[in-house]
């Protein structure tokens, strides 16, 4: 075995279970995925959701992530998605991870503006969000 001092000695693949909430709602659904590998101290992740009715209330929408982010000061936004039938003047989505958090806040991106939060009434009946991404953990 090698044991140099630049040896990867944490590797780890997984899944978990992609749950999108808002401040006042939870949302569970039949296709709903996560899988994570975690090589060191960063968390690659892909997350799926489609979800089969609305999310009309709450706002914050918001994904559980496999591990804290790192204390270190700095907001994670290492990660890109796609989403379906969502408020039409959306454009995608973006978000950020706040340090010592185990939540990925979504941001909404539209012409105008960009880094609003993504609230509940934002997310059209049978949406789907698809992320992947990435952040340091603790």
Do not use: H, W
Request: negative net charge; charged residues 10%; aromatic residues 10%.
């Amino acid at each position: 075995a090698n044991t140099a001092s630049n040896v990867i000695s944490d590797y780890e693949e997984g899944t978990f279970t992609a749950q999108i909430s808002t401040d006042t709602t939870y949302v569970g659904d039949s296709a709903q995925s996560g899988v994570y590998t975690k090589i060191g101290d960063i968390c690659f992740f892909q997350i799926r959701f489609q979800r089969t009715g609305t999310l009309n209330s709450g706002s914050n929408a918001r994904f559980g992530l496999p591990f804290t982010s790192a204390n270190n000061g700095v907001q994670a936004s290492g990660f890109r998605g796609s989403v379906e039938n969502i408020d039409t003047s959306m454009v995608g989505i973006g978000g950020v991870i706040a340090a010592n958090n185990t939540i990925l806040y979504l941001n909404e991106m539209t012409a105008a503006v960009t880094g609003s939060n993504v609230n509940g009434n934002d997310l059209g009946a049978n949406f789907q969000v698809q992320i992947q991404g990435f952040y340091k953990t603790a």
